[in-house]
């Protein structure tokens, strides 16, 4: 399962910040609940207290009179229903609604509670006052009480606007969490693409400078696996470079000696074909000695080495004069099309195998009779070269796979299977870029090979 470092930096930054959100708006809608019923108990026991003011006696009588006032104060849009009871003792009614519940114990001070009254709870006071009169005490009891929906309003009015902010804060919280895990991310996601982006053989340190002090423990580690693959890759360059020049020799005198024997006695048939054999393997390990050493040279190239100028355009010629004997005995017509100088930044022993290997190559896989021609020309910031053959090509399965070392996708002609490797190696070592296709009557092949132009 994969796990996503900014999903769990955003989770564990909102976590928090949401359940803090979540008690905050909990804790305030406790608050507004406790001053919204604080608002309706205060509103509740000063009508009680009216009422309750208004109730004297009269000719030895308790005489109940409801100012307007005491039930105004609870005018509102929500229509709340008010009722009110008044008892003398405990069970005298004096005026008001019989069914409004009395709290069942004395009342030394105002009791506020929850009751019903014809299905609809309500909120209601218990206010008792001593009345005295010729010696006389009588204890009267005022209750007033209301319906909740000035209360419920009350409560959305007060919490409403808490919710409101709590939500825009964990929106804001989000927001600003998103966009410093982006801001403070990048750092990592350039170090993923420069990792990402290089090429196999591009094996030089990754700067470590103005990187977080997080990553460079992660950075110095990478540096080091890079310098050992180096030193790997290094060693491993010269073993093959040392190995082919070793071979060299050899070969070389192996092949004078092939030559001398040839003239010598009259041998067999047999002994004289073997020896043609022994010539042709010859032929081929030396040739294939050459590349491994060109190979090596090239992907041993510095990439900062001092910039040479040199004209692509002549190499080409150069190197289409050396190669016309081979066109000419295979019948091929070996042209070329160049503009005029195309100069780019490189080595002039480099580009002179990238082209032979192409034009070479070209005129080995062309049937007799083919053709071959080669251009070049500027491109703008660009130095484009083409080598264009009219020959069988190569399917469309296979191109993937040329580049690749010893692979060959044709076997009727002779090879080592390492020239497009060495033409891609010497084309990045020189910042340019080697593609395949088709030509436009899609007969043949076009070998593109893209290189920086020279900026004087």
Not at 167 to 184: D, I, S, T
Not at 355 to 365: E, G, K, M, P, S
């Amino acid at each position: 399962m994969m796990h996503s470092l900014r999903a769990r930096l955003l989770g564990w930054l909102l976590v928090p910040v949401g359940m803090f959100v979540l008690i905050t708006g909990l804790m305030s809608y406790d608050a507004a609940r406790e001053t919204a019923g604080l608002l309706q108990d205060n509103a509740l026991l000063a009508s009680a207290r009216i009422i309750g003011e208004e109730v004297n006696w009269e000719n030895g009588v308790l005489i109940a009179r409801i100012p307007p006032a005491a039930l105004e104060m609870f005018e509102s849009p929500y229509q709340d229903q008010v009722f009110y009871r008044i008892v003398k003792g405990r069970a005298d009614l004096l005026g008001g609604n019989p069914n409004l519940a009395v709290p069942a114990h004395a009342m030394p001070r105002p009791v506020f509670y929850d009751t019903a009254l014809d299905g609809q709870p309500v909120r209601a006071v218990a206010y008792e006052r001593e009345l005295y009169d010729s010696g006389a005490t009588e204890p009267v009891t005022v209750i007033v009480a209301k319906t909740q929906a000035s209360y419920r309003a009350m409560l959305q009015t007060l919490w409403r606007p808490q919710l409101v902010r709590q939500g825009l804060m964990l929106a804001l919280a989000v927001a600003l969490a998103l966009r410093g895990l982006a801001l403070e991310l990048r750092p990592l996601i350039r170090l993923k693409e420069d990792v990402a982006d290089r090429d196999a053989l591009q094996l030089e340190p990754i700067w470590i400078e103005r990187l977080p002090s997080e990553l460079r423990p992660v950075v110095d580690a990478i540096n080091q696996c890079i310098a050992r693959l180096k030193l790997h890759a290094t060693t491993q360059r010269k073993f093959i470079a040392d190995a082919a020049h070793q071979l060299r020799t050899p070969l070389a005198l192996l092949g004078a000696q092939i030559q001398c024997a040839r003239p010598c006695g009259h041998w067999g048939p047999l002994l004289t074909d073997a020896l043609a054999g022994v010539r042709r393997t010859s032929g081929k390990m030396t040739e294939m000695t050459n590349q491994l050493l060109l190979l090596a040279q090239a992907e041993s190239s510095p990439p900062d080495r001092t910039p040479v100028r040199v004209d692509l355009a002549a190499v080409v010629s150069c190197v289409l004069e050396g190669l016309v004997v081979a066109a000419q005995r295979r019948q091929i017509d070996l042209g070329a099309e160049l503009t005029g100088p195309a100069y780019v930044s490189g080595s002039v022993t480099l580009l002179t195998a990238l082209v032979t290997n192409l034009v070479d190559n070209a005129i080995r896989y062309t049937q007799e009779g083919g053709r071959v021609t080669a251009t070049c020309r500027e491109e703008g910031d660009a130095v484009l070269l083409q080598v264009i053959d009219n020959g069988p090509g190569i399917p469309a399965e296979a191109r993937a796979h040329v580049f690749e070392r010893f692979y060959r996708g044709a076997t009727y002609a002779e090879g080592t299977g390492l020239g497009l490797s060495i033409v891609r190696e010497i084309a990045h070592s020189h910042g340019g870029t080697v593609a395949l296709k088709p030509d436009v009557e899609h007969v043949g092949l076009v070998v593109r090979v893209r290189l920086p132009r020279w900026r004087d």
